[in-house]
């Protein structure tokens, strides 16, 4: 009867520090580079966009009107992230800095989105299809629905 009663109890202790430990790694993913790269304050230098022509970049925007970048950043911030992964695709499209996060651009012309990497932090995203729209519209100043 002693050996049931330790068994129960044992297992009682296992399953829940196995409940916990599930329940840290769960809320320690969630929203990270929401809560890494956007929850600072902007440090008002200048964003300047990069587009690349052939193998090189040129600046094509320079924002800095702060109502655009709290709507950018804000639209960034709410995108769908997958942390620790790791993207092998050609050169971005469109690159920028902001608060010195390095932000790479690939545009999805089949889906109209806009799918992002934070380099250095192994997190990938894409945005809303309204999201990519609003964003493009501001880094480029052009619609992203005549983008070729």
């Known amino acids: 009867m002693k050996r049931l009663i330790i068994l129960f109890i044992i297992t009682g202790l296992v399953l829940v520090g196995c409940h916990q430990a599930a329940s840290k790694g769960k809320v320690q993913k969630t929203d990270s580079t ?3 790269v956007y929850s600072g304050s902007w440090d008002d230098n200048p964003i300047i966009i990069e587009q690349r022509n052939n193998k090189d970049y040129e600046t094509v925007n320079e924002l800095t009107n702060p109502d655009d970048v709290k709507t950018l950043i804000k639209a960034l911030g709410n995108a769908d992230w997958e942390e620790n992964v790791k993207v092998d695709i050609g050169s971005p499209d469109y690159r920028f800095s902001w608060n010195s996060f390095n ?3 690939w545009i999805n012309q089949e889906y109209e989105r806009l799918e992002l990497l934070v380099e250095g932090q192994s997190n ?4 809303s299809k309204d999201s990519s729209h609003i964003v493009f519209e501001i880094l480029t100043g052009k619609k992203l629905e005549n983008y070729k």
Request: aromatic share 10%.
């Open 34 to 36: 929401k809560q890494r």
């Open 103 to 105: 932000h790479s651009i």
């Open 124 to 127: 990938y995203g894409s945005l």
